[in-house]
């Protein structure tokens, strides 16, 4: 008893990381720089772990009947959370280098931000956070879609309700448990922003951290079927800020999404391309 005693706690207390962010957010070139890090590891995605997460919420947090079966089989919501803490915990933990920081990365983790905290209090989350206008684009492109207005829209609302979820639970844990992370600030200052994760982290800096393009297929392993993996064997790069401004889809329309996405502008991205940071940032680096 004293044996599974102490690993459960141990578990509990462990100070795990989780990667997320809306599809196309920059979150496997986060987790190739954490990756780069020799006392961290994160991996290619996991794709189990959101999908154990999904059914919990789906059967159980949603569906009080469910639950009360449970209880009536002497199943305690308090157990049943331990052992998908242990279950979380075990993915990671075999997932690669046994290191002495499990981290994981799913894009759709943070849709279970606040249950995530509930089973490990002492876990980090990370936001990658992207303009919305540009991640639908990637997912347009992607998918080989027609780039069109209609089917960006599509994204767009995808893309508006994950970020109404994650920015809610990322401010009610707070900023020692989550921090947010632009996509943007990432590759413009790439070197400012990973030292203030690696403060977030509580974990040291290294200049390797900047050039993690020459440890993919050593500390930063490849699952085969990631779509970003072309992407991430190159250095930190622009041009795909600025692509779906220079090349935008059919029938764009600024008013339409200025009335249907409203995170837009509580993320402080503007719906005037001319009036974006990140847009501006990037003509004054580029000369243009
Ligand atoms: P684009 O498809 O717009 O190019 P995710 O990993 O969350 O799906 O995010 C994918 C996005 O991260 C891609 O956006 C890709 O360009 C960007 N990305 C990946 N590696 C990068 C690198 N080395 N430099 C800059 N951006 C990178």
Same mark, same amino acid.
């Given at each position: 008893?004293? %044996?599974?005693?102490?690993? =459960? ?26 990756? &780069? ?6 991996? /290619?995605?996991?794709?189990?772990? /959101? ?14 009947? *469910?639950?009360? =079966? ?22 990671? +933990?075999?997932?690669? *280098? ?12 943070? +849709? ?16 990658? &956070? ?24 599509? +994204?767009?609302? @995808?893309?508006?309700?994950?970020? @109404? ?13 989550? %921090?947010?992370?632009?996509? *943007? ?6 070197? =400012? @922003? ?8 509580? =974990? ?30 190159? /250095? ?32 402080? +991205? ?19």
């Amino acid at each position: 008893n004293r %044996l599974y005693e102490d690993l =459960e706690s141990s578990v509990f207390n462990s100070n795990l990381i989780f990667i997320g962010g809306y599809p196309r957010s920059g979150t496997t070139l986060m987790r190739a720089i954490l990756d &780069v890090h020799n006392a961290i590891y994160c991996g /290619p995605e996991t794709r189990v772990l /959101p999908m154990l997460l999904g059914f919990v919420q789906q059967k159980f947090m949603r569906n009080p009947h *469910e639950l009360i =079966e449970l209880i009536n089989a002497n199943i305690k919501l308090e157990n049943l959370n331990k052992a998908i803490a242990l279950f979380i915990y075990s993915i990671m +933990y075999n997932h690669g *280098e046994k290191v002495v920081r499990l981290c994981a990365k799913d894009p759709d983790l943070l +849709y279970y931000m606040n249950y995530l905290h509930e089973l490990f209090p002492k876990a980090k989350f990370v936001y990658m &956070v992207r303009d919305g206008r540009a991640t639908a684009y990637s997912m347009l492109k992607q998918t080989s879609e027609k780039m069109t207005f209609v089917k960006m829209k599509q +994204y767009l609302g @995808t893309w508006n309700s994950f970020s @109404t979820s994650a920015v809610r639970q990322c401010q009610s844990v707070g900023p020692n448990i989550c %921090l947010m992370v632009r996509y *943007e600030t990432l590759v413009l200052r790439p070197k =400012e @922003t990973i030292l203030s994760v690696m403060a977030f982290l509580n =974990e040291s800096f290294s200049d390797e951290q900047l050039h993690h393009e020459k440890f993919v297929g050593q500390r930063i392993r490849l699952s085969d079927t990631e779509w970003s993996n072309d992407q991430i064997r190159k /250095p930190i790069y622009l041009e795909s800020l600025v692509e779906w401004i220079k090349s935008p889809v059919q029938d764009y329309d600024k008013e339409m999404v200025e009335s249907s996405v409203p995170m837009l502008k509580a993320l402080n +991205y503007s719906y005037d391309i001319d009036e974006l940071d990140y847009y501006r940032e990037y003509k004054t680096k580029n000369g243009t």
